[in-house]
């Protein structure tokens, strides 16, 4: 593929969008071990009326027929979340919430969750003493919650959003993982999102990677997390967890039970400088099959636009929404095709590099891949 064929590929097209996400703010009720608002400068912002207008102007304009209200913060913690929700129900468009429902949520709530497409809730373990070491959060009103908006789809007679646990895997919670996918199977949740522990380096008390744990231990997490997957199977459930995970699983017990043996081919934490994870790095001649700069619009309360969710650092961005601005000019700046063109041609970032969520594959194959796959697509919206 010539220099000319890379760049016509790094255009930016609205219509490609398949997962729209926005954050109405990144205020929280938990304070979360592992999550980045324990970093020194976290600053805390609300996306504004007039930014949520724009954000919906583009998703109507577009015809993107699903949000997916997620990001750092409680969405249930923006004043007035219900009518923005209701409204955008009200004219057609699919909703997906990610929500802790650490708080117990009133009727008029419950009501409206009832009408999501979706609800993924934040629950890394069903152990009381953990979830409030780990979480900060008393798991009581989550069950709550949730038995709130079953209740309320067989007395109405309607049907719920599908319902997902989000895990992060760790140490911690890694004791009791198998009792959480049994606790999921047994409250109508379809699906285990299992994700893998991304270490900010610069916060202290922080939550441990299950593959640092050594010997004994280790071996008894590999055993609990298998446990988990034969749970899952035997009950219909589905664990999404990152590319290579089960993989990863098995060399990790290889290093476990032959010690000090296997010293030069342990798991190796890899680092951005801030970031840190146990991911594979692509080599000479590889990148990630990583569609994400396509299809993949993230929009956070203070306009910041991300082209995925692994990417925390704030100064890695498409671009900023403001009032000078529109998502348009933003998908389609020299910024946003940069990040296409790096993953063309193989010249990724740090983040790209210890990314643990997609694949490596040849440079070779993901250009025949993505050409192929806008050839599909010559029709969508520019």
């Known amino acids: ?226 446990k988990a997957f034969e749970i899952a199977e035997r009950e219909g459930l589905m664990i999404r967890c990152q590319e290579g995970f089960l993989d990863r699983l098995s060399q990790f017990e290889t290093q476990c039970l032959s010690g000090a043996s296997t010293r030069n081919r342990r798991l190796k934490p890899v680092t951005n400088g801030h970031l840190e994870t146990y991911a594979k790095t692509p080599g000479p001649g590889e990148t990630r099959a990583c569609k994400d700069p396509w299809e993949f619009l993230q929009i956070i309360g203070n306009g910041f636009v991300r082209p995925c969710c692994f990417r925390s650092v704030e100064n890695i961005i498409f671009g900023q929404l403001d009032e000078n601005n529109s998502l348009d000019e933003i998908i389609a700046s020299d910024t946003a095709r940069e990040m296409r063109r790096s993953l063309l041609t193989g010249d990724l970032d740090a983040n790209c590099r210890i990314c643990h969520w997609r694949k490596i594959i040849p440079v070779e194959e993901f250009q025949l891949e993505m050409r192929e796959y806008l050839a599909q697509h010559q029709n969508v919206n520019r």
């Not at 990144?26 to 600053?43: A, S, T, W």
């Not at 919906?56 to 577009?62: A, E, N, Q, V």
């Not at 895990?167 to 004791?175: D, I």
Request: aromatic fraction near 8%; proline fraction near 1%; hydrophobic fraction near 45%.
């Open 1 to 226: 593929m010539g220099n000319f064929a890379v760049n016509e590929c790094t255009e930016g097209r609205p219509g490609l969008i398949n997962r729209f996400i926005v954050e109405l703010s990144n205020e929280c009720n938990l304070r979360c071990r592992y999550c980045h608002q324990n970093l020194p400068d976290f600053k805390e912002h609300r996306m504004s009326a007039s930014m949520l207008e724009k954000v919906i102007d583009f998703g109507l304009r577009h015809s993107i027929k699903q949000i997916d209200f997620t990001g750092a913060g409680e969405t249930t913690f923006f004043a007035g979340w219900t009518s923005i929700f209701n409204r955008l129900l009200d004219q057609g468009i699919s909703l997906i919430m990610t929500s802790n429902l650490a708080r117990l949520f009133a009727d008029d709530e419950i009501e409206t969750v009832a009408r999501l497409a979706e609800l993924s809730v934040s629950l890394d373990t069903i152990d009381r003493k953990i979830a409030k070491d780990l979480r900060g959060v008393d798991i009581r009103n989550i069950i709550y919650n949730v038995m709130k908006i079953r209740s309320f789809g067989i007395a109405h007679n309607v049907c719920i959003p599908n319902l997902i646990v989000s895990a992060v895997f760790t140490a911690e919670a890694v004791e009791g993982i198998e009792d959480l996918v049994a606790f999921a199977a047994a409250n109508g949740f379809r699906v285990v999102n299992l994700q893998d522990l991304v270490v900010f380096k610069e916060i202290d008390n922080n939550a441990q990677s299950v593959w640092s744990l050594e010997g004994e231990k280790g071996l008894r997490a590999v055993r609990r997390t298998r």
